[in-house]
């Protein structure tokens, strides 16, 4: 048998709606409701509003589990543990570390021993997750990327593109955006990006701290898919700040780590054939949408669905950001 | 009596929940319900889906006109008359001209005899509506924005700034983007942005096509307050086409007709403190906030809502866009 065709043709949109895949109540409010009617709700004890979606057989798994409480009539998970961000965060600990041991999650044995913040309504601290965690509790987790550009003499602009080392646990062999990484509990959001220029593609503290330009967030609900490895159909909703680097001509991004396999100074013909093949990592797919749209290369005269587009770049998540 | 102290101190967020105003299912799905359950939907025949919220005291007015059913149990107003645009904007206006002849509605004192588009799923046309008749209906409005800024040899930003005419209809007074207006049914949203260019502030058709940038859309829904004039509380979902300009600095736009006072060239700080006064007209600010955002002026690290606010200025609409 031929293996299925791989998708070739991928709109705009396709991109999209491949990486912000959690429905909207806008569209069809009944199905909507139908569709996370599905899920438990996370909560911390003595706060009375969601701060994740879990899968209900990641739900069952935390029944009588000492610090937690499954209300099954709601639909509502509660961690039970604690007053204080630090007391939450070691009854999590914890429990994933127990849940660990047995393997019962796939998600798990990507463990990368990386906090990641968990905040309220109020912008507190919740608790912290390791990151592998994050997509089981279905919180908001939070990342940092970089668009490095070039302008050449006639203006045209051209885009380093990274090609990911393909025995990267995630995504391998994908395009990515030129520095891209997840933003640890504490951490600001750009110092991460600094730090992650340096690791990701060798470019200088200083050049990156005076050029870098913030330019938006890129927001989305992922519900994954055997693309991100581990079990399917966890949620992760996901903040991404963003920046652009215009670069000097002279200075070309290098691998700095084993991550990138390769960089590709590509026109913005060359990006949107990628785009088009499905070649890049669904989220970096979105954040270089938002660059096109930014830099005026996406118009409403070039993309029917234009205004579409834009909303769906910035979705307002369903729980608190930070 | 001393007159009620007008608020002189708002956050960025202020200015953003004041003009998208409507509330979101995502922060609370119960009070989201209870607030729609109160409006009637307005459909068209053969199309199962909402394009606009009326008020029950707008819905009330169709009971029993010919080509409208008021359908009370499920809170549906449906135009019935033909199965084409031109069919369907002939019903609508026809039922407009009346009410405007018995004066009921205060905002159709406002006719502007200048018709808009309201689109169906499918992108297509389903009627033209007269503009000031939109909010009754509560259908997207569609418009183009246009900053014009000039950068100094220091590199520092500069924003042409206009204050709208104090006789000006509405919002009367107050500050706006330099160039923005709505787009009539048929209007391509480029060619109505170089229009208005030429009309509004005397900028030169030539310069506007070549240096105008695309940046995006700017989406929110409004429910209009006494600030709008005529009935207050009407819901003004809108899309607006967002363009830059950098303006070479002997280029001084000028008012072309009687609806700008005066253009002034204000820094950075100059518009905050403005915005902080509440001097904006509400949509304009918004504008003036997305490019903030886009040009690396209000970023994560001064601005504590960040995340909230660059998704609230792109709104996923409740109905379908063009």
Same mark, same amino acid.
């Given at each position: ?19 912000? *895949?959690?429905?909207? &109540? ?5 199905? &909507?409701?139908? *569709? ?13 509003? !969601?701060? !994740?979606?879990?899968?209900? *057989? ?52 990507? /463990? ?58 995630? &995504?391998?062999?994908? =395009? ?34 005076? !050029? ?7 927001? &989305? ?21 963003? /920046? ?21 100074? /590509? ?21 270089? =949408? ?20 834009? *909303? ?11």
């Amino acid at each position: 048998m031929e293996p299925a065709a791989q998708k070739t043709n991928y709109s705009n949109l396709d991109l999209v709606d491949e990486c912000d *895949s959690f429905p909207y &109540y806008q569209v069809d409010p009944d199905l &909507y409701a139908a *569709s996370i009617s599905t899920y438990y709700e996370l909560r911390v004890r003595n706060h009375a509003y !969601g701060i !994740g979606y879990l899968l209900p *057989s990641v739900a069952e798994v935390f029944r009588g589990v000492p610090n937690w409480d499954l209300n099954d009539a709601d639909r509502i998970l509660t961690l039970e543990a604690g007053d204080t961000a630090a007391e939450r965060s070691a009854a999590v600990e914890q429990t994933l570390l127990a849940l660990r041991a047995t393997g019962h999650f796939k998600v798990l044995d990507k /463990w990368r021993d990386e906090l990641y913040a968990v905040y309220g309504r109020n912008k507190e601290l919740l608790f912290n997750v390791e990151r592998s965690a994050g997509p089981l509790f279905g919180v908001v987790m939070y990342g940092v990327h970089l668009t490095a550009y070039v302008r050449t003499k006639e203006g045209e602009i051209k885009i380093w593109t990274p090609r990911r080392a393909r025995t990267k646990q995630t &995504y391998g062999g994908m =395009l990515d955006n030129a520095v891209a990484g997840g933003i640890a509990s504490g951490e600001d959001p750009f110092e991460s990006m600094v730090r992650e220029c340096a690791e990701e593609a060798s470019l200088g503290e200083e050049l990156v701290r005076k !050029g870098a330009k913030a330019c938006g967030t890129v927001t &989305y609900h992922h519900i994954r898919t055997e693309k991100a490895g581990g079990e399917t159909k966890l949620l992760q909703p996901e903040c991404q700040y963003i /920046w652009d680097l215009e670069l000097p001509k002279d200075v070309i991004p290098k691998p700095g780590d084993d991550e990138v396999e390769e960089f590709y100074l /590509w026109s913005v013909e060359e990006v949107q054939e990628a785009m088009r093949k499905g070649e890049f990592k669904p989220n970096c797919a979105l954040v270089v =949408l938002d660059f096109f749209v930014r830099h005026g290369i996406l118009t409403c005269e070039n993309e029917k669905d234009y205004i579409e587009i834009v *909303s769906r770049l910035h979705r307002k998540l369903e729980f608190p950001t930070l």
